[in-house]
Nanobody
C-alpha cells in the first residue's frame, strides 16, 4: 500500500502563487506516475497535471502555462507550482499515484489517492 499526504494549500489572492507538495510513503517502489486532480464544488473532477517516473508530464488545458509539476524521486514527493492563480482555480486538490505502466488513461482509476488540500483564490 501507498499513502499520499498533501500539503501547501491555502488562501491566496488572484495573481498569486502557491506550491503544493505530496509525499508518498509505504510501498513507493510500486509507483510509476504521480499527479494532481482537482474538484470544485458542483463540478466534476478535473486533471491538473501528472508526471511519470521518467519525467514526462501532461497538463490540463486550463492550467497549461501557469502550473508546473515536478517530482523528486529520492524524496518520493511530487510538487505543483501554481502561478497566476485565478478564482476559478479554487478547488480541493488531490494527489494521486499509479502503479501501472503506462499509467491508466483515466486518472480516476489510479491506484492511490490523498485526502486532498483546499486551495482558495480570492479576487
Amino acid at each position: 500500500q501507498v499513502q499520499l499526504v498533501e500539503s501547501g494549500g491555502g488562501l491566496v489572492q488572484a495573481g498569486g502563487s502557491l506550491r503544493l507538495s505530496c509525499a508518498a510513503s509505504g510501498s513507493i517502489f510500486s509507483i510509476n506516475s504521480m499527479g494532481w486532480y482537482r474538484q470544485a464544488p458542483g463540478k466534476e473532477r478535473e486533471l491538473v497535471a501528472h508526471i511519470t517516473n521518467g519525467g514526462t508530464t501532461q497538463y490540463g488545458d486550463s492550467v497549461l502555462g501557469r502550473f508546473t509539476i515536478s517530482r523528486d524521486n529520492a524524496k518520493s514527493t511530487v510538487y505543483l507550482q501554481m502561478n497566476s492563480l485565478k478564482p476559478e482555480d479554487t478547488a480541493v486538490y488531490y494527489c494521486a499515484a499509479d502503479a501501472a505502466w503506462p499509467p491508466k488513461r483515466t486518472m480516476e482509476a489510479w491506484d492511490y489517492w490523498g485526502q486532498g488540500t483546499q486551495v482558495t483564490v480570492s479576487l
